[in-house]
């Protein structure tokens, strides 16, 4: 299994992105058995810094010719001893189309959670909220919409002008942090609510497997052929934050 291979880090050969004890404390995430990154050992490339073969543009920005992360996961395939491979990444939503495409002997599944958990989740840092906006700013359609909806907060010349400068990803992050921390939680509220429906209206389009993670059973149902096995989430953690 692949943890988020599409993360904006693996540019880079900063290991703390694969220090198993911060990641687990800073992120309040349990009982994983240790790092999440743990599987990239090895990978990181001689040449150049980060993963061999990733691109920081897989991170953000809508797939296409000029933008396919295809040989990348291509060789993460071909180095996994296992037979068969599980990416789990957390930037697929509005992506998916092009992915179920690339890739059409795979078997694409989307996670759906409850949005007022996976909120809660998103507000352990200033990391996850201002993340997803920037990613949901850069996928065609959205940008114009959350301008529309959220203009105290999504303005059009102040992106424009992060993106004369470039590296408009990281940017994007760094210029919401701000505006999102001084922002009524209503506000942080509904902007998590338009991309969750929106990412979920996108995985329909997709036709791809859509599995609701709350749902123990539809859990053990969807992904007992895979030889997976699931716990009751949220009977062992009860009263913690935990994602999916």
């Known amino acids: 299994c692949y943890y988020e291979p599409l993360h904006e880090s693996y540019d880079t050969n900063d290991l703390i ?3 198993a004890k911060e990641v687990q404390d800073r992120l309040r995430h349990s009982d994983i058995g240790g790092s999440y990154m743990k599987e990239y050992d ?3 490339s001689e040449a150049a810094p980060g993963i061999q073969g990733f691109d920081r543009r897989f991170a953000f920005h809508p797939f296409d010719a000029a933008n396919d992360p295809g ?32 890739f059409p002997d795979a078997q694409h599944f989307f996670l ?23 990613y949901a700013c850069l996928q ?25 400068r470039g590296s408009v990803a990281s940017d994007l992050r760094h210029h919401f942090a701000p505006i999102l921390a001084g922002s ?4 942080c509220r509904a902007i998590f609510d338009f991309f969750w429906e929106a990412a979920l209206e996108d995985a329909e389009r997709a036709g791809v497997t859509i599995v609701n993670v ?13 030889g997976v096995v699931f ?14």
């Not at 065609?140 to 992106?159: C, D, M, T």
């Open 17 to 19: 992105v694969i220090d």
């Open 42 to 44: 090895g990978l990181w």
């Open 71 to 102: 040989p990348y996961l291509e060789n993460l395939i071909s180095k996994s001893p296992k037979s068969k491979v599980l990416f789990q990444p957390c930037r697929s939503p509005f992506r998916l189309a092009y992915l179920t495409e690339r």
């Open 112 to 134: 759906k959670r409850h949005p007022a958990d996976q909120f809660r989740s998103y507000n352990l840092n200033d990391y996850f909220m201002p993340t997803h906006l920037a």
């Open 140 to 164: 065609p359609g959205l940008r114009r919409e959350l301008e529309a909806r959220f203009p105290a907060v999504v303005r059009h010349s102040e992106i424009e002008a992060l993106e004369s």
């Open 184 to 187: 009524a939680p209503s506000v």
């Open 214 to 226: 709350d749902d123990v059973a539809e859990l053990r149902t969807v992904f007992a052929p895979f």
């Open 231 to 244: 716990e009751d989430f949220k009977a062992k953690h009860s009263g913690h934050d935990q994602r999916s």
